[in-house]
């Protein structure tokens, strides 16, 4: 069941890492304004931020329990 939840949390990872664009690049900024899904383009940065992170520490807490399981 844990290897099943990391496989799903490397997925949204992988996903989400694909959402970035650099600031020169008018992809989020642009896909932000025209839909207004994501809020302003700050503001969907910081969403993708604090999602990121949050995967990241979850992953590494499996990887971890997954390791010492072994």
Known sequence: MLKIFGFIISFFLIT????????????????ATKSDLLGSPSSAQRFLNIFTAVGILMYVGIAIKLNLMN
């Open 16 to 31: 989400i890492i694909f959402f970035y664009t650099s600031q020169e690049n008018a992809g989020l900024s642009s896909f």
